[in-house]
């Protein structure tokens, strides 16, 4: 096995970001039906505020099959990322296969991707909290809680991710969960806060660009450009965790390589 090497942060950054102008074409055969939904929730939100119940009971239905879609175009995106891979073709790059349910069925990792996307929320939120009256002791607890979450906390949910590309790798081949996730830790040792600085590069601009929409947009551009910006983020995602998987993976000996 040969030695360890150091995730290279600025390499693996403007790998996933130069892989959405190398193939322009497959981002949209990945992006278009799960940024469609995004603006299907987005655009009915605002149709069903003061609708019957059971039209809130669809928008939840919908908001699920739109989680479930985002996944898939994350293993999609993993799957074109990875060395060697071999892009879906057809209608769509999206599929519903063993990988996309077992990153379903792993939901708090896919969860975890999203925090840079809800920090500024959160912060905002803080900020309210001060205006509104609220003690300088919440303030305070609320700032501690953040900063554990984005840093110490990220440091162990960034390497617990890798998983879901491990399992994007995988393909069809069987595997087990719990020797794949033995085997992710361990490729994370003592790259930790690379793999946390290189995703929160590669996300930075659209999280950015996500939360700077402004309020005052008309609802249909509202949810068009969340759709847009959404589905750019959980690609960028999946390019930052597959670019970190492929070269942690090849500097311990281990392939990368994914089945179609």
């Excluded at 299907?40 to 605002?46: D, E, F, R």
């Excluded at 999609?76 to 063993?98: C, D, E, I, M, V």
Aim: aromatic share 8%; hydrophobic share 60%.
């Amino acid at each position: 096995m040969s030695d360890r090497i150091s995730l290279p942060v600025g390499a693996t950054v403007l790998a996933a970001w130069r892989q959405f102008a190398a193939r322009p074409d497959y981002v949209l055969h990945v992006a278009w039906i799960p940024a469609l939904l995004i603006f299907a929730v987005g655009a009915l939100s605002g149709v069903v505020a003061d609708g019957p119940p059971v039209a809130d009971f669809w928008l939840v239905v919908l908001a699920l099959l739109n989680f479930a879609v985002l996944v898939q175009a994350l293993v999609a995106w993993q799957r074109y990322a990875l060395p060697q891979s071999h892009p879906r073709k057809g209608l769509t790059g999206l599929r519903a296969g063993r990988a996309e349910f077992f990153s379903l069925l792993h939901f708090p990792l896919v969860g975890v991707l999203f925090v840079p996307l809800i920090v500024p929320t959160l912060i905002e939120s803080l900020t309210a909290t001060q205006e509104v009256g609220g003690g300088a002791d919440a303030v305070a607890t609320g700032l501690v809680g953040l900063a554990l979450l984005v840093f110490p906390g990220g440091l162990l949910l960034i390497r617990a991710a890798l998983m879901l590309t491990a399992i994007a790798a995988a393909g069809k081949t069987p595997i087990s969960l719990i020797a794949t996730a033995n085997r992710v830790w361990s490729l994370g040792a003592g790259n930790s806060i690379r793999l946390l600085l290189a995703f929160y590069l590669t996300v930075l601009p659209a999280a950015l660009a996500f939360a700077l929409l402004p309020d005052g947009m008309p609802a249909l551009a509202q949810a068009a450009a969340s759709g847009v910006l959404l589905v750019l983020y959980v690609m960028l995602c999946g390019g930052a965790l597959a670019g970190a998987y492929g070269q942690l993976a090849a500097g311990s000996g281990k392939s990368g390589k994914t089945a179609s």
